[in-house]
T-cell receptor
Framework: DADVTQTPRNRITKTGKRIMLECSQTKGHDRMYWYRQDPGLGLRLIYYSFDVKDINKGEISDGYSVSRQAQAKFSLSLESAIPNQTALYFC?????????????FGPGTRLTVL | RKEVEQDPGPFNVPEGATVAFNCTYSNSASQSFFWYRQDCRKEPKLLMSVYSSGNEDGRFTAQLNRASQYISLLIRDSKLSDSATYLCVVNQAGGYQKVTFGIGTKLQVIP
């Protein structure tokens, strides 16, 4: 079944460490997104990409970077993790040919920065 | 004013009850609307799109009121399995089609 997968599912790291979160999809969608979710704040967009090598900042991109080297993969990096980046991170995809831009989410990565 | 506002709840309702959630949005240029369901610590999943004429899927009915800038979700004959957080999602028009998520309304259906 077509799917959006994320690795790792859980990660505990220390302040200052570099960490990469991976997202892969078999839906054939061209658009991919990274969100973080915090209690009481809802989902907030970090970065999005409409195609390979296309990168756009979302509302909270500071402290993060992304890479889109292939249509099926979109990775999120925290260059130097800090405790307030502790959150639940979701990758999502959507199909540009669809009028309503429904998004499909991966299972999430729970990140804890100590 | 937030772009998308929802009452976070929780809404505690007995099994079999009818419950309705509203969501207001601030940008009159918003173009498309959705309800997503999110179970605890899981990913959001599309429940239904909201069309201008309103739409129904089984026990679920979604309505859009552009004049008052809100969408609603009605759940009839609530089941225990309906317990979840319901996210309101609003798309704006334009190249990026900016997507804004509400914080969600928590529903707890009790036996």
């Amino acid at each position: 079944d077509a799917d959006v997968t994320q690795t790792p599912r859980n990660r505990i790291t220390k302040t200052g460490k570099r960490i990469m979160l991976e997202c892969s999809q078999t839906k054939g969608h061209d658009r991919m997104y990274w969100y973080r979710q915090d209690p009481g704040l809802g989902l907030r967009l970090i970065y999005y990409s409409f195609d390979v090598k296309d990168i756009n900042k979302g509302e909270i991109s500071d402290g993060y970077s992304v890479s889109r080297q292939a249509q099926a993969k979109f990775s999120l990096s925290l260059e130097s993790a800090i405790p307030n980046q502790t959150a639940l991170y979701f990758c999502a995809t959507s199909d540009a040919s669809k009028a309503y831009n429904e998004q499909f989410f991966g299972p999430g990565t729970r990140l804890t920065v100590l | 004013r937030k772009e998308v506002e929802q009452d976070p709840g929780p809404f505690n309702v007995p099994e079999g009850a009818t419950v309705a959630f509203n969501c207001t949005y601030s940008n009159s240029a918003s173009q498309s609307f959705f309800w997503y369901r999110q179970d605890c610590r899981k990913e959001p999943k599309l429940l239904m799109s909201v069309y201008s004429s309103g739409n129904e899927d089984g026990r679920f009915t979604a309505q859009l009121n552009r004049a008052s800038q809100y969408i609603s979700l009605l759940i009839r004959d609530s089941k225990l399995s309906d317990s979840a957080t319901y996210l309101c999602v609003v798309n704006q028009a334009g190249g990026y089609q900016k997507v804004t998520f509400g914080i969600g309304t928590k529903l707890q259906v009790i036996p």
